[in-house]
């Protein structure tokens, strides 16, 4: 199903919880997160900004002023209990600093089913996708087939430069931390285009064929 655009269907509209995508880097990135309602008149939106960063944006506006396009949205698949179960997962997530570390590769779990954080060794993080997969991981409501993700070479060429966006930071991780980030360049990358098409098929664990055509739509919306 086609993501919608939060100027004709306003975020008010999210039936407890859905997912944004937006475009926030040239040439070729995407941010994906959640939006969930905190009650019937405000929506939130929450995601892995960058290390140390979970953030939550209370009342997000249809472009956020770090974002490139939209955040266009849709609910999640799922039954109505389980995405109630989810926007309940994250409002317990809030803590007192939100501070998750950013890692292209990350060993899991990493939240405890009443959202608490599990500290991830040196080197090991999540992106803005792999928090989304977390999520669905924390409550069993396993996302994507990863036993069959494919490795591409053009995700190595983009985990060297984001890590090198990291040691340019103000907020830099320790020099211990991108040393083993470096070491883990190579490893699957789960796109944010391809998980947040994961989050538009009912039956899970998603396959990377099952999210190749949304994706692909996604990434034209958001160009």
Not at 8 to 32: M, N, S, Y
């Amino acid at each position: 199903m086609p993501l919608l655009d939060p100027e004709e269907h306003p975020f008010l509209e999210v039936d407890h919880v859905g997912i944004a995508v937006c475009k926030t880097g040239e040439p070729d990135q995407r941010h994906v997160g959640f939006i969930y309602a905190t009650d019937d008149a405000s929506r939130t939106y929450c995601d892995l900004a960058w290390h140390l960063m979970l953030r939550f944006l209370d009342d997000p506006t249809p472009r956020p002023h770090w974002a490139l396009s939209k955040l266009y949205w849709h609910e999640l698949a799922m039954e109505e209990k389980n995405r109630k179960i989810v926007a309940a997962f994250l409002i317990s997530l809030r803590t007192e600093d939100n501070h998750i570390p950013y890692g292209i590769d990350v060993v899991g779990p990493c939240f405890s089913s009443d959202g608490t954080y599990i500290p991830q060794p040196d080197g090991r993080g999540m992106t803005c996708a792999t928090f989304v997969m977390q999520v669905y991981k924390s409550l069993e409501f396993g996302l994507i087939d990863e036993s069959i993700w494919p490795v591409r070479d053009d995700d190595k060429a983009w985990q060297a430069a984001i890590i090198q966006h990291l040691k340019a930071a103000s907020n830099p991780p320790s020099e211990r931390h991108i040393e083993l980030m470096e070491s883990d360049i190579g490893c699957l990358r789960f796109r944010p285009e391809e998980v947040a098409a994961a989050t538009q098929h009912p039956d899970r664990p998603v396959t990377f064929e099952q999210c190749l055509e949304m994706a692909e739509q996604i990434k034209n919306l958001c160009a």
